[in-house]
């Protein structure tokens, strides 16, 4: 019989993952390309299976636990999560909850984080070059974004460009460049299309956070935050807007060879684009419940573009 305390654990460790979070964006760019590479390529299945959930195991690690191992610890620090409405944003609860202490978050963010960069040590002396860049960038993503002294999510802008684009970027790459001699078009545009979806969507992630991010000591100002600080509350949607924008004019990239995934991607991209502009961005329950569907039409728009490439 599980204890109490293992119990409470085992809680705390599956709201630190954010589990939603992490399919809606990491596993969703994994499956946009190992998707075609099981349906369009003659690469075996007893290949894909173990890559895919290798994968899937990374994504969680890198993106599920040590992110938010750091981020959690950061912003507790700072102060913005404990001014946060805490519906989808404002950490993931555990140490406000009571699950897991402050100090035994960063004890465990900095344990994994010296056993990853062991991993990517291990990986570089057996000459597993490949997986030792991807660790690397996924580390890299997740260190950037959160610690001092770069701490890139308190910067508006920098953070969604140098820390979690390049880190979902790369995932999606990586299914591919594990398997293929070269890296197709279509792998390159799906990985980049699901990356910038992402940081569109997270733009959206942070508009109920706006007046905790400004208290926060340092203030954490998020492109959101810089946005309201520039022209009013009124284009915190700005960003969301700005990403998801870019992203639908990207189909021209797909052309007219990839005329099905074009149209779907500028539908999906329509349909969110719709709901920002809707949203009352002061009402953070609304905000969330339309953060609900936006993370739906990415996982909608990493399948889509896997099947039609």
Excluded at 156 to 174: D, N, Q, R, Y
Aim: proline residues 4%; contains cysteine; hydrophobic residues 50%.
């Amino acid at each position: 019989m599980l204890t109490n305390q293992t119990l409470t654990s085992l809680k705390g460790g599956w709201l630190l993952l954010r589990s939603i979070a992490v399919i809606s964006s990491s596993i969703a760019t994994i499956v946009s390309t190992v998707l075609p590479l099981y349906l369009y390529t003659s690469i075996s299945s007893q290949e894909l299976y173990p890559l895919f959930f290798l994968l899937i195991l990374g994504a969680f690690i890198i993106h599920g636990v040590l992110t938010h191992l750091l981020n959690d610890y950061v912003d507790h620090r700072s102060g913005t999560d404990q001014y946060s409405p805490a519906i989808l944003s404002g950490g993931s609860r555990v140490i406000q909850t009571g699950y897991i202490s402050p100090e035994n978050l960063w004890r465990t963010g900095k344990s994994l984080l010296l056993l990853l960069i062991l991993v990517v040590l291990t990986f570089l002396f057996f000459g597993y070059y490949k997986l030792a860049i991807l660790l690397s960038i996924g580390i890299w993503g997740a260190v950037s974004y959160s610690l001092p002294p770069l701490q890139f999510s308190y910067r508006p802008f920098i953070g969604e460009w140098l820390s979690t684009f390049p880190s979902v970027l790369f995932l999606g790459l990586a299914g591919a460049w594990l398997t293929l001699d070269s890296l197709p078009e279509w792998v390159w545009q799906n990985a980049a299309l699901n990356a910038l979806f992402c940081i569109a969507w997270v733009m959206v992630h942070h508009i109920p956070d706006r007046d905790a991010d400004r208290q926060a000591t340092p203030m954490k100002r998020t492109s959101v935050v810089w946005s309201i600080e520039k022209f009013g509350l009124a284009f915190s949607r700005l960003p969301a807007l700005l990403y998801f924008g870019l992203t639908g004019a990207c189909a021209v990239w797909l052309g007219l060879e990839r005329i099905e995934a074009a149209v779907g991607l500028l539908v999906l991209t329509g349909a969110a684009i719709i709901l920002v502009l809707k949203m009352e961005v002061q009402d953070d329950e609304q905000v969330s419940s339309y953060e609900k569907i936006i993370l739906i039409l990415a996982m909608i728009n990493a399948v889509w573009l896997g099947i039609f490439i």
